[in-house]
């Protein structure tokens, strides 16, 4: 596919490659939570999905698209994180061998996992190495295929399979018009998503979330220009904590998504101990953002749809998630 | 129905019942979990079905099967904890007003949660009260219907709708014979489950799984005779603390069950830390002794499924499992 947006054809190629790999997970209802907030509150578990994040998707569809000459060449991917996982699982379960660079203070347990999963792991010193220099001289040695974790128009098309799920799953839970509240860093899932429905249900709107101090994607829809934010680190949602918006996920944004949502890192903590209370699942921080937003920042009374995107939270951090809140 | 065994034919009617209100629940699985521990591990998350727990298939099911007249009078029910759940929201859903019957030393978040969910909750004293005097009473004088958390076909077929589901999956996810452990209080789940696989995936075993100390179903199909356990508490795993298997579920479970698996409440919490650092799932400790007898007690590497039955766990308790084992 050329370096251009994916049409729903695309998202629809990538849920054939997904059949039987990825999980279809469960658009979750919890009575006593609506009762709570006075809505109904439906959550897409994308924490319920392989490496535990929607990451898999995109980077499943990704490695499928590529010719078998470039499968047999192998991948490499920069990631610290969660795109760094479904990489690595993508490619063993294809057949392809897997470079993932991941800066060196990266947490141990993600290296670890990624190790285990099949992955050479390159670690660079962010203070003192430049990783674009080290993926390009290893790409150009091996003959590696770049995996961009939101800049691709495969990866898009695999997240955008989590919107068709959510097409369907509403309309047998009888959603009729909604917000979409989606955790957002790059825009590769909040992108996939927006075409999906638009295509499947455009009275499903796409909206953006993300945390105070790192709200690139909020502004730039607001300005109608990509916006940088001024910070690289600072919140405890570090799952979607990226620059700015892509050249290639921006224009989608912009075409399809209603506002964005500004929440804070307090509301994702409080959302995580929510979750765990009435829905049984564990979230990330930064998987938890859109859940709050559907949570804390909402005047009225429709239904809102939540994309919980991601579960990889260290248990020290969880636990104090549930002493504050829970 | 009378109270007989259910048919697999009762099974696939409480899945016509229950279709579009019941949660269709994930097997999920985790590739790094099947790495450790050698072998392929499925689970059947239903903790993720509404209410938190299985209960509310059975409950759903029992209360859609009674008549119009039986509905408009109500229905009444015994437990302290997920059955109480599941019959207050069933009730509510189907129009019948339900009457809960619980100690009045029952967790108080679960008294919350039965009353939120719109029942009428009547606290008895463990000590000085009988609570079947009680609920005779009640029955009399109103016409209620008791809705019996095992031992009642329409409960049990409701339960079964769990084991339809792992047999459409275990074939979508290439799994070809393998034991199914499931977390066993009174024998419900399990002879649900029981029945539906012997109709449809005859190659999936299903066994029993219980905490040590309370392994009435176990010693029951050892002996071929219905066994007591010696003490009524003192176990972490409060979901599936029974005395003894039904007289309705009991034969069920002796036609198909393999042998019962007996865990520690130690290697519950283990599984529950597992859960949610693997899984992204909340389990309770009764919820998580099928998991718990996959992970610690197999020798082979054969595929294997675990039912986790329920997630209503409290916060401090949690906190302890990922504190020791996480």
Redesign the interface.
């Known amino acids: 596919m050329a370096d251009t947006s994916p049409l729903i054809s695309d998202i629809e190629t990538a849920a054939a490659r997904l059949k039987?790999h990825a999980?279809?997970?469960?658009l979750?209802?919890?009575?006593?939570l609506d009762?709570e907030f006075g809505r109904r509150i439906f959550v897409k578990?994308e924490?319920?999905q392989?490496?535990?994040s929607f990451k898999y998707r995109g980077a499943r569809n990704a490695v499928a698209a590529l010719s078998d000459a470039q499968r047999a060449a192998g991948v490499i991917a920069f990631s610290s994180g969660n795109h760094a996982q479904g990489v690595a699982?993508a490619a063993r379960e294809l057949g392809a061998t897997s470079v993932i660079i991941m800066p060196s203070d990266a947490p141990s347990l993600k290296i670890v996992?990624t190790r285990?999963?099949g992955a050479e792991v390159v670690l660079y010193d962010r203070e003192t190495e430049d990783r674009d220099e080290i993926g390009e001289r290893l790409s150009a040695e091996r003959g590696l295929s770049l995996i961009k974790p939101f800049d691709n128009p495969n990866v898009i098309a695999g997240q955008g399979t989590t919107g068709l799920e959510i097409a369907e799953q509403s309309r047998?839970?009888g959603i009729d018009g909604a917000d979409v509240l989606i955790c957002c860093g790059g825009g590769g899932l909040t992108s996939g998503i927006a075409i999906a429905l638009a295509a499947k249900s455009p009275d499903l709107t796409p909206r953006p979330v993300e945390p105070e101090g790192f709200d690139d994607v909020t502004r730039s829809l607001a300005t109608g220009t990509i916006q940088t934010n001024p910070r690289r680190s600072g919140s405890i949602c570090d799952a979607i904590i990226t620059p700015s918006p892509g050249h290639l996920t921006f224009p989608i944004l912009a075409a399809h998504c209603g506002p964005g949502v500004v929440v804070s890192d307090d509301d994702a903590l409080r959302a995580m101990?929510i979750a765990?209370?009435r829905?049984?699942?564990?979230?990330e921080p930064g998987g938890a953002v859109a859940l709050a937003a559907a949570l804390f920042h909402r005047a009225d009374s429709r239904d809102v749809i939540a994309v919980a995107s991601g579960?990889n939270v260290d248990?020290p951090l969880?636990?104090m998630a549930?002493?504050k809140y829970?």
Do not use: S
């Not at 999980?23 to 469960?26: W, Y």
């Not at 979750?28 to 006593?32: R, T």
């Open positions: 039987g999980e279809r997970t469960p979750l209802n919890a009575p006593l009762a578990a924490c319920l392989k490496t535990g699982l996992n285990a999963l047998l839970a101990a765990f209370t829905l049984k699942i564990v979230l579960g248990a969880f636990r549930l002493e829970a």
